[in-house]
């Protein structure tokens, strides 16, 4: 490998140590694309706050301009010696991109097995081994007993959970030189030294999140570099044009010859902190997505595969490539299309009712690329169930439950109502600039450990937050309460465990009293289920026709006609019966009975339910 270097003064003669021509412009990119921004931010788990800087320290000996030589060397337009004085070498800060992130790949508290992601300049981070995330078993059987009650409902009524440009992960190599490129920031005459670079929206593999139930995956698709690739990139345009100039300056002022434009900003060069060409390519994504959906325990499970792609891809006639990608890796008969919906009148079945018919996953576009897209892929917008992605700043929670309307979003915006609204909050950080690089903006409202609990309440079609963890996942849990249910056979050995269940029999038999919690409830508190003695004294949760619910007293299970005894159906549903909960006249009710029960906590369904 070689090395680049420019020559400052007489006095001094700066080296920079950078690997190769183009990652010494990808260096230059981000010292310049970051140098617009200033903010003090928390850790990825923590919600960020901003703060903005009009300057860093003071110009001063340690900052030396470029020498005139290099200057005239460079060849430059007035327009561009514009730029000059606001840059400037550091003698005192010799740059590297060699050396490691250490393990800033793995968020505090996720427990998984260490892997290094390395790029092709042997610059590494420490990340999570893909899909060795481990969850808890009680969030495992939250996650899976509400994904059972989604699988159930008509798709325009299911709660999926989703991710935020769910392929720009730190497990994939984006952002891996995050790090890296914020100790050059100080290179910059008006960057605050303490400033702050994210450009990874999630850290844990695409198995890992759809371990952790995510069920909407987003992959970002462009085609660059001889390859459809998952990338954050493009349309910025004009909002970008000044850094682009100073991007151009610093690479004459290097002796690079490469001109980047705001259109292809992002795409190549990277706008990840990863070099174009190591980029994943969609093809490994959707096979990661495929081999997933292959494994034994996620037989009955159902993926939605967004492509947030662009109108290029048409202009580039690559539609016909992503079709074809596509349909190598997922047989046409898994694929639930358009044409299908069509042929059963257009009304969306339940993903049950999909899976039986041997689908396994469907896509939708971002874009419409019309007649060459529509066999295979769905256009977003209209097409499924009426598919919004209002901002979070536009929700109105409990116990009104929807998505505020200003004139953007026709209808009311009542959560499950037969609308799909999917909400993305980023966390993305470029000082001053935010996610979508608006000066002096944050990026909060963000969809986090504190605002998801109430959206998730709400039966919001598709929280998709970035920065996906267990804990974060844990947050969109309405159904069981962290530590239940409770199932003191599961740590055993098979003989072990027909051994301490005959004794729990017998000494209930015998004993005249329960010996453990073995029966579910829903809480009044916070409406969460979970598990209580048999033998407690409190009314059963029986539900109607329409979704109404009732509270019956006597034998548990016992509803009256016209009733059923049934757990909600999605977390609008649970939130209404503990609002009956809190308002039941007389002495306060803590909790009532719902079908489920220990050791298998499966659901039990009514015929009629079934």
Not at 118 to 144: F, M, W
Not at 432 to 441: E, H, L, Q, R
Not at 477 to 506: C, E, F, K, R
Request: aromatic share 10%.
């Amino acid at each position: 490998m070689g090395t680049s270097a420019f020559h400052g003064s007489d006095d001094v003669v700066p080296m920079l140590a950078l690997r190769t021509p183009f990652l010494s412009a990808l260096f230059v990119f981000f010292s310049v694309q970051v140098s617009v921004i200033s903010v003090n931010c928390a850790r990825w788990n923590q919600r960020r706050t901003s703060s903005i800087a009009a300057t860093s320290e003071p110009l001063s000996k340690l900052c030396i301009p470029f020498s005139q030589e290099a200057v005239a060397s460079a060849n430059l337009t007035k327009a561009e010696e514009s730029i000059l004085p606001e840059l400037c070498y550091r003698p005192d800060l010799a740059p590297s991109l060699s050396g490691t992130e250490g393990d800033r790949g793995i968020p505090i508290g996720v427990e998984c097995t260490p892997f290094q992601w390395c790029d092709s300049y042997d610059h590494c981070t420490t990340v999570c081994e893909r899909g060795s995330v481990v969850v808890n078993p009680s969030l495992q059987k939250a996650i899976a007993t509400q994904l059972e009650l989604s699988r159930r409902l008509p798709l325009c009524y299911a709660s999926l959970i989703g991710t935020h440009n769910s392929g720009i992960s730190l497990a994939d190599g984006y952002g891996n030189l995050d790090l890296t490129y914020q100790h050059y920031f100080r290179w910059i005459s008006w960057l605050a030294s303490d400033a702050y670079l994210q450009t990874n929206n999630q850290y844990l593999s695409l198995t890992d999140q759809m371990n952790l139930g995510v069920r909407i995956v987003e992959l970002d698709t462009h085609f660059f570099d001889g390859d459809l690739r998952i990338a954050h990139c493009g349309g910025f345009h004009s909002a970008l044009d000044r850094l682009v100039t100073a991007l151009n300056v610093l690479a004459k002022l290097l002796h690079h010859p490469i001109q980047w434009d705001s259109e292809t900003i992002g795409c190549q060069p990277s706008l990840s902190s990863i070099p174009a060409a190591e980029q994943r390519t969609l093809l490994t994504a959707m096979q990661e997505l495929a081999d997933w959906l292959a494994m034994p325990q996620n037989q009955q499970e159902f993926l939605i595969v967004f492509f947030d792609d662009q109108m290029d891809l048409a202009a580039w006639d690559m539609v016909p490539a992503l079709l074809n990608l596509t349909l190598s890796v997922f047989p046409l008969e898994t694929i639930f299309t358009p044409p299908e919906l069509l042929l059963i009148g257009g009304i969306w079945p339940s993903m049950d009712e999909l899976v039986a018919r041997g689908k396994r996953v469907m896509f939708v576009s971002g874009a419409d690329y019309g007649l060459a897209m529509n066999t295979v892929i769905f256009t977003k917008d209209g097409t499924v169930c009426g598919w919004r992605e209002p901002p979070l700043r536009h929700f109105v929670g409990e116990p009104i439950c929807s998505v505020e309307t200003n004139g953007t979003f026709p209808a009311d915006g009542a959560t499950l109502s037969g609308e799909l609204y999917r909400v993305t909050t980023c966390e993305l950080q470029y000082g001053p600039m935010n996610c979508d690089f608006v000066w002096g903006a944050t990026n909060e409202p963000l969809l986090d450990e504190v605002s998801l609990p109430e959206v998730t309440r709400c039966g919001l079609n598709s929280p998709s937050p970035d920065s996906l963890t267990p804990e974060r996942a844990a947050a969109m849990i309405w159904t069981w309460a962290d530590g239940h249910p409770y199932n003191p056979y599961v740590d055993l050995s098979q003989p072990a465990q027909l051994w301490t269940m005959l004794q729990d029999v017998l000494r209930s038999s015998f004993g005249g009293a329960d010996t453990k919690a073995e029966c579910g409830a829903i809480s009044t508190r916070d409406g969460r289920w979970r598990a209580l003695k048999c033998s407690r004294s409190i009314p059963t949760a029986c539900r109607g026709p329409a979704g109404e619910w009732q509270l019956a007293t006597g034998l548990r299970g016992s509803c009256l006609p016209g009733y059923s005894w049934q757990v909600p159906h999605h977390a609008k549903e649970n939130m209404q019966l503990q609002m009956l909960l809190k308002s039941k006249a007389g002495p306060p009710v803590e909790a009532a009975w719902l079908p489920t029960q220990g050791p298998d906590w499966n659901i039990t369904w009514p015929p009629s339910a079934a």
